[in-house]
Structures are given as C-alpha cells and as structure tokens.
C-alpha cells in the first residue's frame, strides 16, 4: 500500500483550505468503511488523507427552520436510533437498517454513503423519494438535489475542493407513507441487488426510486406521473410496474443477472408501493420489518 500523508482538522475552513491546496491528490477520510477498503484493494492511492472526523459542527440530527438536516459525520446507526428519524421520517430508520451490519453501520456515514455513489447504495432511494438536497461547501455554497448529485457509478457532482456539510430532508405537513426494500442474495452483510422506496402522500402523489439497477440511482418519474390522483388497487399496481421498469437498466454482475434484476424490481416495487399506501391508510406493516 502507498503511504500517505495524514491530517486530522478540527473546521470545515481547515479541511477546505487542505482540499484547496492538494486537489485530487487528497482524500476527505469520514468513517473510512468505503474509502480505507479502497485504499487497501489499491482502488485510489491518495498521497493526502484529510479525516474530518474532528469538526464538530457536522455532527448531528435537528429541525432547523422547515427541514430535518443530517450532519455529514451522522453515521447509520445513529440515524437509527435517533426518535427524531423514527418521527418524521421513519423509512430513513427502515433504509438505514438495510445497511450492513451494526459493527459497519456504527462507522458509516449517510453522507460518505452518497459521496461514494455505488449504485448499490442503499441511502439513495429513500432520500430521493423525500426529496432530500446536498448541502456542499467549496468556493461557494451550493444546495443540491439529491437527484441531481450522482453523475455515474462512483461520480457526484462533487468538485475536488469541495466538501458535502449535510443532508436536508424537507419537513412532509401532509399525512403520507413510505418504504424502502432491499433485496439481497442472503440475510445480513450484503450489497443490494435490486432497492426500491416509495412514498405515497395523502393527496395521492407518489415517488418512486431504486437503487442497483442502474449505473445510478433513479426516480421513476413517469410511473409516478401515471399513478397521480389514483388510489391503489391491484390492477393499478400491474399496470404500472412496465412503465416504473423503463426508467432502470440493470446489468449483470457477481450479485444478480439483468434478467433477475428487472424481474425481482416489479414484485418489489408492487410489494413497497402496496406497504407504502397501506402505512399511508394506517394499516401497513411497522417501519423498520424487513418485506422481503
Ligand atoms: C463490509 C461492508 C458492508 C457494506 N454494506 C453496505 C450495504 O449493505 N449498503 C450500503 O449502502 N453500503 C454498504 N457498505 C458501504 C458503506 O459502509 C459506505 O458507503 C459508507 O456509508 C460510507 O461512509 P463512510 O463514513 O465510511 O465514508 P468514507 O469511507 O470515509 O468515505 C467514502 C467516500 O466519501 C467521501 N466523503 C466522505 N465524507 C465526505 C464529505 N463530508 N464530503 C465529501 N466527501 C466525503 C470520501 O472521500 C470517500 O470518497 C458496506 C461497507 C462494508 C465495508
């Protein structure tokens, strides 16, 4: 392994000005649990390693004016135990469950989880569905659509002297149900190969989003355009699985064939779009039970 050189700043204005001196050359360290893998498989070879880990101002969960902000340092099982997420947003808690084990999730942050922009990333879809936005740092400040961060399997938008603050996930007022579903090839510590998350609000819009089924995570916009204004039925749910599979395009790799993938993506969709409508109605399944 490559040695590097290794700084532990304690401000948002140190790591900034590190970042604005070695470029590409560096690496910003959160938890470590994709980065240090990455290092240790020779994926990248940073010659500067910057651990923000010390900056206390990214830490955190809180209501702040109309949104619910996730500090960049607030790690999976944080976010799982947090009464906040199981109030406002109880499917952050079910999606975050999903992710590895308790040892992993005790490290691994939500935001290191988007920057390393896997397209099995299992935070993708449920912030899309609640139309979460990036609040990045650089030369200037930038909110950023979460649909709007991720450009391609590992690639954000993210610029090289630029670091992600948080996540604000906008405050729902009206009554509404969510879900997140991962399927995976055994219980336990594994890559998604199929994710989807809906949300169904009380006047009837939907979201729609999956993850590993594309070279990013996507929303199914025109499923979700058809389903407007409709309550839920079978039929309905038959009808729209061909439209929601035209916004994917999986591939076939070590966890799943393509085949499998576009297949198991409609029986999930139908089964979370079912258990989304249902928590919407007061009669789901409780946050946090794994559907499949
Ligand atoms: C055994 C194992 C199992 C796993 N299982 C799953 C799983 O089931 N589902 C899943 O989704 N993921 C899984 N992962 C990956 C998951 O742990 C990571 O994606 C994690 O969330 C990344 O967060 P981190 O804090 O560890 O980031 P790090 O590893 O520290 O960083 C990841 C990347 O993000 C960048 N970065 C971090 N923070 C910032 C910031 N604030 N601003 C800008 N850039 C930043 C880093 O430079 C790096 O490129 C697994 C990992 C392991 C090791």
Known sequence: MKTFEYFKVASVDEALRLLSMYGNKAKILAG??????????????????????????????????????IGALTTFSEIIHAEIIKEKFPVLFEA??????????????????????????????????????????????????????????????????????????????????????KLGRYEGEDLAQVGVATFVAEDLEYRIAFCAVAPTPVRALDAEAFL????????????????????????SDVRASKEYRLHTSGVLLKRSLKASFDRLKGNGPSYGINLV
């Not at 206390?56 to 004016?65: A, Y």
């Not at 920057?115 to 400040?141: H, M, Q, R």
């Not at 204004?229 to 999986?250: Q, S």
């Open 32 to 69: 470590g649990t994709d980065l240090v893998v990455m290092i240790d498989d020779e994926m990248v070879a940073p010659d500067y390693i910057i651990d923000i880990k010390g900056i206390n101002n990214l830490k955190g969960i809180e209501i702040r004016d109309n949104y619910l902000w």
């Open 228 to 251: 407007k204004g409709k309550e839920l039925n079978t039929n309905l749910l038959d009808e729209v699985v061909p439209l929601a599979l035209k916004a994917i395009a999986p591939i």
């Open 96 to 181: 975050s469950k999903r992710v590895a084990s308790v040892g992993v999730r005790n490290r691994a942050t939500l935001v290191g989880n988007i920057c390393s922009a896997v397209p099995s990333l299992d935070s993708a879809p449920t912030l899309l569905v609640l139309n979460a936005s990036v609040e990045i740092k650089g030369k200037e400040d930038k909110l950023v659509p979460i649909a709007d961060f991720f450009k391609g399997p590992r690639k954000t938008i993210l610029e090289k002297d630029e670091i992600v603050l948080g996540i604000r996930i906008p405050l729902e007022t009206r009554k509404y149900g969510a879900n997140y579903i």
